[in-house]
C-alpha cells in the first residue's frame, strides 16, 4: 500500500507539472512549432528522469552505504543541476514571467502527502521517528499553510514581500532538518547509535527514491521559484 501511494504520488505530481508547463507555454512562446517542442521536450524530461530514478533503484544501487554516498550523487546532484540550469538560462525568461505567482505556493501544498509518507516508512521500520512530524520534522506545516499563503498574498494581497519571503525561508529551513536528519542515518548511522541505516532497511529501493529525487528537489525548486516571482508580483 505504501508503495502504491508513492508510485501515485509521483505520477500525480508529473502530470500537474506536465500541465502547468502546457498551459503557460501556451501564453510564453508565440511559435506553434516552438510550442509543441517545448511541450514535447518537457513530457521527455519528466518521463525521462522517473525512469532513470526506478532504473537505478531497481538494480540495488542506493542500498549501498559505502562512500561515495550514491544518493547524493546520482540523484540530488543532477536535480539540482537542472533547477540551477533552468533559472540561469534565458529562454526560460518568458515562462518564468508569466508562471502565475500562486502556483508554484499551491503546489507546496504536496508536502502534506509526502510527510504523510514519511511516517508511513516510520511505522514500516524504515525510517526513524525523529525524520517524521512526530519528531524534528515540521515540514507539514509548509504544506498546510501553502495554500492559505497562496491565497492571502496573491488574491487578498493581505501579506506582504517580506512574510511571504519568510515563509519560504522556513520551507527551505525544514527541508534542511529533515535532509540532515536522513543523511545522518543513511550514511552516519553511528551517530545515532543505530548499527542498521534507514539504506539498508529499505530507503534506498524503489518506489522509496522518489522522496530524495523527485520529491524533495520539486520543494526547493518550487520555492525558488516564488522567491523570483516575488520580486516583481507583489
Not at 552505504?65 to 550514491?70: G, Q, S
Not at 546520482?74 to 537542472?82: I, K, N, Q, T
Not at 527551505?172 to 529533515?178: G, P, R
Not at 547509535?193 to 524503489?206: A, D, M, R, S
Request: charged letters at 10%; a positive charge.
Amino acid at each position: 500500500m505504501l508503495q502504491a501511494c508513492f508510485i501515485l504520488l509521483t505520477l500525480l505530481l508529473a502530470i500537474i507539472l506536465y500541465l502547468m508547463a502546457v498551459n503557460v507555454s501556451l501564453k510564453a512562446i508565440n511559435d506553434p512549432g516552438k510550442q509543441r517542442s517545448f511541450i514535447r521536450k518537457t513530457a521527455l524530461i519528466l518521463i525521462c528522469w522517473l525512469v532513470y530514478i526506478s532504473a537505478l533503484s531497481v538494480t540495488g544501487i542506493f542500498s549501498i552505504t559505502a562512500f561515495p554516498p550514491r544518493i547524493p550523487l546520482l540523484l540530488v546532484s543532477p536535480a539540482f543541476a537542472f533547477i540551477i540550469y533552468f533559472f540561469t538560462n534565458k529562454r526560460f525568461k518568458n515562462i518564468i514571467a508569466l508562471t502565475p505567482p500562486a502556483w508554484p505556493v499551491y503546489f507546496q501544498s504536496f508536502r502534506v502527502i509526502v510527510e504523510l509518507l514519511i511516517w508511513g516508512l516510520f511505522m514500516k521500520g524504515i525510517f526513524p521517528q525523529s525524520a517524521t512530524f512526530e519528531g524534528h520534522n515540521f515540514d507539514i506545516l509548509i504544506g498546510l499553510t501553502a495554500p492559505f499563503v497562496a491565497y492571502y498574498t496573491f488574491t487578498k494581497a493581505r501579506l506582504g514581500k517580506v512574510i511571504f519571503k519568510l515563509w519560504n525561508i522556513a520551507g527551505l529551513s525544514t527541508l534542511v532538518i529533515i535532509v540532515s536528519i536522513i543523511m545522518r542515518h543513511a550514511y552516519f548511522p553511528s551517530m545515532q547509535n543505530n548499527p542498521e541505516n534507514v539504506l539498508i532497511k529499505g530507503f534506498g529501493t524503489f518506489p522509496y527514491t522518489f522522496l530524495a529525487g523527485l520529491f524533495m528537489p520539486l520543494a526547493v525548486f518550487m520555492h525558488i521559484f516564488s522567491l523570483i516571482k516575488i520580486r516583481k508580483t507583489v
